[in-house]
């Protein structure tokens, strides 16, 4: 219910309206005692003029209201264009990725192939190297039958500038090695060390070995010189060391290719029978063959040396052997029957060519425990993770290098019986 106090303002309400006849007419009629109000009389009914402007003012507002909807509506349809736009040049977007994809793809398996391609080709190409090489190799050692020349100590003193440190190449077991230009091709000189009473030893066997060994494989001695307690051996220059500094890539050289490793391989195998079959009537161990003694020459052709240990034995067939009191070497080359009694046999050197495979194909350290890691690997056929990470193979080279792995177990077998020979794994590494 409405108080007395709420009718007073609402007519007051009314009051202030701007009502017509027609409206006033209509809240008395409606019998209401609130609207029914002497005040109503009173309501200013508005002109004609007034009235006019309302509705003026109404339809302008309207108009307005149209004209925002149609405005609304545009932009709804540029907005609904933009989107279809949109995801044309999604779609058109999509296929181009997808067109690259394929050209990518295509790109790599070109690639690929002209990987393969070069790969082979240099491959011939380095056979053929090898090849004018060793000819050339051999050509100029067989015209060389007299004895190994003597030069005065003197001329290697001056050479070295008296064995100065900016000559030294390196440090082996029974001496220094430094590099000197002499008259002609630079040349490597070994010195032997005068306080080793051993030195003079091996000083003589190898002159006296490599005085009548000639094959490209095996390093050229071309001069020595000899003046009391002062021994030198002057061999042929290897710009390129020896195959455990490749391996480990002294001096940040590039790391060798599998085309080199095989060749590598395959060069040691050749100059090693060549020890074994050079005399009739009696065979010759080295008995320190590893990658250090393996060197290396501006064509990266392998070369056997350091044959201070070389030993003869007569008429000494697969299943004979020669004992010694005093084993020398390298312990992780030297084949258990060698280590333990001091046998020999010509299957002592192949246990030592057997470790420079497995180096070859992993860089490692050798020893028992690169055999014993590789045997493993080959039982758990988990090879390919135990190569030189810096070896980049292709499918066809990966195949090679499980054979390399065969051999190198085979050439590692405990009995010296089971190993093949120089001359098998040659059928096998360079058939």
Known sequence: MLQSDDVIDNNNSLNRNFLTSTGINALR???????????????????????????????????EIQQLRAKLATKDQELQQLRSDLAAKDQQLTAKDQALAAKDQALAAKDQELAAQAHKLQSALDRIDVLEHNQAAIGSFSNFDGPVPQVPLATLVSATNNFATDSLLGEGAFGRVYGASLPGPRVAIKKLSAESKQGTVEFKSELDSLSKFRHAN?????????????????YEFMPNGSVRDRLNRKNNTPSLTWAQRHRIAADVARGMHYVQTAFPDHALFHLDLKTDNVLLDAYFNAKVSDFGLVRAAQHLDDKSYLRTQTVQGTAAYMCPEFFDEGRMTIKTDVYAFGMILLELVTAAKPGNRL???????????????MLDSALKLTEAERQRVGEFVTLAMECLEGFADDRPSFGQLIAHLDP
């Open 218 to 234: 095996i390093i050229a001695i071309l001069s020595y010189a000899e003046e009391g307690d002062e021994r030198c051996l002057v």
């Open 29 to 63: 009629q409606t019998g209401s005692t609130i609207c029914n109000s002497k005040d109503l009389d009173q309501q200013r009914v508005p002109s004609s003029v007034e009235l006019a402007q309302i509705a003026a003012r109404a339809a302008a507002n309207v108009a």
């Open 371 to 385: 055999k014993e890691e590789m045997r493993k690997a080959v039982k758990n056929q988990a090879v390919l993770g």
